[in-house]
């Protein structure tokens, strides 16, 4: 199985500052057949069910603010946020979509200083 | 509207079974990749289970042999039937839809694109 490592798995961060978590897999998630890299990056706010943010490892899903950005190749991955907000907590996961079983990070539990 | 409600989680002794159902609405989830994926208390997300469109199913290791995935096309709900229910399976269960593209390179499986709201699964004695 592929396994997905994340750093930091806690995050405080202030508002209004950038902040950044990786993520990096065992292999490599590029399907040399298709071109694509099969990374995902999900937000599980408090309480709630996950929601995806970002999927093959830069593209926004619909409704995601522009200042989640999602970027990395092979099996090194990052998610950035350009300026925190309140609403943004709650705990980042990423996912390889390359193969079943499918596999996530830890998690990274980003909270307001 | 995409929906998808899960229900049928409950209390069960170790050693006991339970049906997950997963509702879906504003979708056909016989045309899409269907999962079940599970978050014990307090911990990450596991994935425990897909059926395909066309109807092929793989499993976690740590669930192959006790749970079994299947759907409905006539009220167009998703299904897990758990058996042998150990401590360890204690989790909200999740469904996640995954759209599904044939390309000149072959089936890709897109990302989990909908989550239902989860339905409690303690198993304890």
């Known amino acids: 199985d592929i396994v997905m490592t994340q750093t930091p798995l806690s995050l405080p961060v202030t508002p209004g500052e950038p902040a950044s978590i990786s993520c990096k897999s065992s292999?490599?998630?590029?399907?040399?057949?298709?071109?694509?890299?099969?990374l995902d990056w999900y937000l599980q706010k408090p309480g709630l069910s996950p929601q995806l943010l970002i999927h093959?490892?830069?593209y926004r899903a619909s409704g995601v603010p522009a200042r989640f950005s999602g970027s990395g190749s092979g099996s090194d991955f990052t998610l950035k946020i350009s300026r925190v907000e309140a609403e943004d907590v709650g705990v980042y996961y990423c996912m390889q979509r390359i193969e079943f079983p499918r596999t996530f990070g830890q998690g990274t539990k980003v909270e307001i200083k | 509207e995409v929906q998808m409600v899960e229900s049928g989680g409950d209390l069960v002794q170790p050693g006991g079974s339970l049906r997950l159902s997963c509702a879906a609405s504003?979708?056909?989830?016989?045309?899409?990749?269907m999962s079940w994926v599970r978050q014990a208390p307090g911990k990450g997300l596991e994935w425990v289970s897909v059926i395909y469109s066309g109807g092929g199913t793989k499993y976690a290791d740590s669930v192959k042999g006790r749970f079994t995935i299947s759907r409905d096309k006539s009220n167009n709900t998703l299904y897990l039937q758990m058996n042998s229910l150990r401590d360890e399976d204690t989790a909200v269960y999740y469904c996640?839809?995954?759209?599904?593209?044939?390309?000149?390179?072959?089936?890709?499986?897109?990302?989990?694109?909908?989550w239902g709201r989860g339905t409690l699964v303690t198993v304890s004695s």
């Open positions: 996640a839809r995954s759209p599904v593209e044939f390309t000149t390179f072959g089936v890709v499986i897109h990302e989990f694109d909908y």
């Open positions: 504003g979708f056909t989830v016989s045309s899409h990749y």
């Open positions: 093959t490892v830069s």
């Open positions: 292999q490599s998630l590029l399907d040399s057949g298709d071109g694509n890299t099969y």
